[in-house]
């Protein structure tokens, strides 16, 4: 069965720091590229970053420019997503989400994991 399967979730507080990880498995997915995206209460699930099937490119909201950084490493197949500075926010379930490099929708999707920041 292929699925995506998130952890790290938690409580941190404001100005702290939390990985989050994305584990993929059933099949590679080195030709894939991955994505976070997160949905606090309320309001729409929003992107946040993605990181290309090779690992050369990322891409991030500017909500978290500067603060948060994605990685990826081909040989676990796990994405990583390293929160620096978290705010308030920030807190919201984050979704680890897989789609072909070729195509242009995120057609695979974690649980989830809930990351709630305390001020």
């Known amino acids: 069965q292929v699925q995506l399967v998130e952890s790290g979730g938690g409580m941190v507080q404001a100005g702290g720091s939390l990985t989050l990880s994305c584990v993929a498995k059933?099949?590679?997915?080195?030709?894939?590229?991955m994505g976070w995206f997160r949905q606090a209460p309320g309001k729409e699930r929003e992107f946040i970053s993605a990181v290309s099937w090779s690992g050369l490119s990322t891409f991030y909201a500017n909500s978290v420019k500067g603060r948060f950084t994605i990685s990826r490493d081909t040989g676990t197949n796990t994405v990583y997503l390293q929160m620096n500075d978290p705010r308030p926010e920030d807190t919201a379930v984050y979704y680890c989400?897989?789609?072909?490099?070729?195509?242009?929708?995120?057609?695979?999707w974690g649980q989830g994991t809930q990351v709630t920041v305390s001020s």
């Open positions: 059933g099949r590679p997915f080195s030709s894939h590229d």
């Open positions: 989400a897989a789609k072909p490099h070729s195509g242009s929708e995120w057609v695979l």
